[in-house]
């Protein structure tokens, strides 16, 4: 089987589906079981990961990494490469390649909530999303609540939507356990994410716990814009708040060893990958109560309501300081974490590229 793949997502910084992707290629990889079947990464720029590139050659597509990109100069490429199957790790593929696609979802934010985008670019997801939905051959999403939202959403059948949650990168612990009550947030910023309800938490939480600090990990994409730096001056909280626009794999991984709880007060997500990893780390979470935080961390986690800063600064300060609590949280991450692997995850998600193909 020869297997098409869009991966411009593993050019520049890889977020959350290039971490997807990523997972994917090193669990094919190490899978021998793959070896009979050929690759082609398409992406219209060097590759920012490190892959065996004798097992998954690289086509140079060039061109900025947008719609036409997409639409135009990939399938054009792909049409001399004899593709069996297109797999397309990031809602949308190109709608003009004629072999079988498989397509993952990973959640539907921008058409449950439009007023979380700009105009043009919530119409250009919702179309080529629906498109790209009603012409795969299956949907891949990680939880089922997306799959619900899928079913709802884009009036696909339910029997061409599967369900393969991705496995979790555990982050690693160091040697010694945190003992600083450094609170953590990793994830790109969007509104729906409530970082300034985070910051306003830990504000609340200083004034009996002035050691108190938070390090949060993600870049600005709020719209409407959400004044980050405001919130942290206003707060007066300049120095116990760290903002860490970008960061490197091997300084995540320090401040995951170094913080004690991890907040994470999302109001949606497809799954919510942070919190996991988190726990991966020994590090107890603290979301916001919602239908696929309890799918994903079970009891595993502090739940709180939307909008409730004073809850969310007792939950946290719970985590760090109430033992009970931290051991209850860390006794039921192992039951948790044994549903999220990418060996798993990979023969899955190649199970159903070859079914596509028969």
Known sequence: ??????????????TGVGRYLSGLLTAWAADEGTRRHDFVLYTPEALTVRLDTRRFPTRLVP???????EQVRLPRVAKADHLDVFFAPAYTAPLLIRVPTVVTIHDLSFVAHPEWFRLREGIRRRSLTRATALGATTIVTVSEFSKREILEHLGVPDQKVRVIPQGIDAPGRAAGSASDPRILYVGSIFNRRRVPDLIRAVAALAVDHPDVSLDV??????????????????HQLRGRVRWHRYVSDDRLRE??????????????????????????AGVPPVVLETAVARETLRDAALYVRAGDTRAAAQALERVLFAESTRAQLLAAAPATLARYSWPRAARETMAVLGAAVD
Not at 1 to 14: F, N, P, T, V
Not at 63 to 69: H, K, M, S, V, Y
Not at 217 to 234: A, C, H, L, M, S
Not at 258 to 280: D, K, V
């Open 63 to 69: 061109g900025a990494p947008a719609i036409w990109w």
């Open 255 to 280: 401040l995951y060893a170094r913080a004690r709880a991890f907040a994470f007060l999302s109001e949606y997500e497809g799954l919510g990958m942070t919190p996991l990893e988190a726990l991966a």
């Open 217 to 234: 990990v993600g870049d600005n994409r709020t719209f409407p814009y959400e004044d980050i730096e405001g919130t942290i001056e206003r």
């Open 1 to 14: 089987m020869r297997i098409g793949i869009d991966a411009r997502e593993l050019c520049g910084r890889a």
